[in-house]
């Protein structure tokens, strides 16, 4: 199946999913049983794909935490390119795309770990509950994270659209919502969460300076200075609250973790591959034809 079909309609039915419904909404539709098949098959292919590397993980809960902090370094497309090109040189429209990718592509982090934390074990419950209530600007709608993005794109007179999204972005929100809805990957999805935090504060001050670069302003850009910052302390705390913690009662999930960590960070660096693909041979005209202009 074409990535790009395969994405976009796993992205529709993970939407379908999540939506608030009624009682006489249909509870299955005809394609599901295909659907479900086709997210699975994902799911094990990308696994597959990082299994050996995750193998190394060890079961003690120390020596999996150090492991797991050097992912900031060497793992799947750490140190990337694209983000001190995105600092430096990427002009108004090349900025734009990248962000309308990541926004097509956001899977929703507060919702991600609202799902994960469901029936876990109490210490670590209530980190993810702490992180939860952070992403919800701690009880106040101004400060709520995922709006912050969703109003940086609104600066840059620009809406999301997962037509125009590349199916790199598409498939990365999709692991996501996959292992956070299956409970059978509820470990998986620590891990992809996890390593958001312990890898993003790097990539998003870039964005930031770039940003900054191009003139928005400050209240506008928002969203990538506080995860600058605030991420470094999540990081941190989910190691020791929730990795450790985790490992040292089932030595399985050590594993899991690492898998689901992997996962993410291969997915995140096939985006930043196909980002430079695209925004490094696109001339103005052809960013136009993409939407990414006015």
Known sequence: MDPTELHLSLAQFAQRRLRPAFPDTPVHQPDDPRLR??????????????????????EEPEAFVQWFESLREIGPGQGDPLFPWLMTRASFAQMRWFLQQEVAGEAGFDDLVALTQVRMPVRAKLEL??????EMGRGREPAMHGPLLTQLAAALDDQADPARTVWEALALGNLLVALALDRRYAYHSVGALGVVELTAP???????KGLARLGLPKAAR????????LDIQHSAAWNREVLAPLVDEEPRAARAIAEGALMRLRAGARCFERYRRELWQS??????????LV
């Open 222 to 229: 928002r969203y990538f200075t506080l995860h600058a910052t």
């Open 283 to 292: 001339k103005p005209a052809e960013l136009l034809e993409q939407g990414a």
């Open 129 to 134: 509950a702490r992180n939860y209530w952070d």
């Open 202 to 208: 790097g990539r998003v001050t870039q964005v930031d």
């Open 37 to 58: 098949a086709l997210e699975a098959a994902f799911l094990e292919d990308e696994r597959e794909a990082v299994a050996d590397l995750a193998a190394a993980a060890p």
